[in-house]
């Protein structure tokens, strides 16, 4: 199946400054690439996504960009607020039928005010 | 619209007992997915469904089993409870295959099932 790998696992961040999250698959087919965050106890939700023919997405603060090439996909916070602290997600489809997404294993995001 | 609703919220359990995990979605999607989340592994698939009447296996399905009876409802059963799988279990939804050539569609969460098995 897909692999995805996700780094950092832990990022703190002070208030108003950046944060850049990197993510990695094996499968060059893959064309979805979505980002989940997930605030303490609950549900996770999407917050960007970016399908292949498209090398960057921005909606506000939050900002996606895809190289296809090295196969990886990167989330960009900018101006962190504390209500940006949660572990966000990245995912892409399993080669497989591309019926299922395979997910990273998470990133914790603290941001200090 | 509520969206995909999961119950219970919550459920202790002693080994070996049985029990069905409830998944309910409202947006008539076809797909649905059953996840299992713990510390530091992120969101493991367990079983998955394409459409109504159908199921198949992810990526940790031992000891787990399910149904999709209803195009709404996707149950998830525990024949003989165990304690590694203590866990918080989120129940998903997609209108369409996540990675369908034409552009996928992101998945729907209901707000998980904490289970502890003791």
């Known amino acids: 199946g897909e692999n995805v790998e996700q780094h950092p696992s832990t990022l703190s961040v002070q208030e108003g400054d950046s944060a850049v999250i990197k993510c990695t698959y094996s499968d060059s087919a893959s064309n979805y690439f979505p980002w989940y965050k997930q605030e303490l106890g609950k549900r996770p939700q999407l917050i960007i996504d970016?399908?292949?023919?498209?090398g960057e997405k921005k909606d506000q603060r939050i900002a996606v960009t895809l190289n296809k090439t090295a196969k990886h996909f990167s989330l960009h916070i900018t101006e962190t607020q504390p209500e940006d602290s949660a572990v966000y997600f990245c995912?892409?489809?399993?080669?497989?039928?591309?019926?299922?997404?395979?997910f990273g294993i998470g990133t914790k995001l603290q941001v200090i005010p | 619209n509520a969206g995909v609703t999961q119950t219970p919220k919550f459920r202790v359990l002693k080994t070996g007992q049985s029990m069905t995990l409830l998944c309910a979605q409202d947006m008539n999607h076809e797909y649905m997915y059953w996840y299992r989340q713990d510390p530091g592994m992120g969101l493991r698939l367990i079983h998955y469904s394409v459409g109504e009447g159908t199921t198949a296996k992810g990526e940790v399905p031992d000891g787990y089993n399910v149904s999709r009876l209803k195009k709404q409802n996707f149950l998830l059963g525990l024949e003989s409870a165990a304690p590694s799988q203590t866990s918080v279990y989120f129940c998903?939804?997609?209108?369409?295959?996540?990675?369908?050539?034409?552009?996928?569609?992101?998945?729907?969460f209901g707000d998980g099932t904490r289970l502890s098995i003791l």
């Open positions: 995912a892409a489809p399993n080669r497989r039928g591309y019926q299922k997404v395979t």
């Open positions: 970016i399908r292949s023919n498209v």
């Open positions: 998903a939804s997609s209108p369409i295959a996540p990675g369908i050539l034409s552009g996928g569609q992101p998945q729907h």
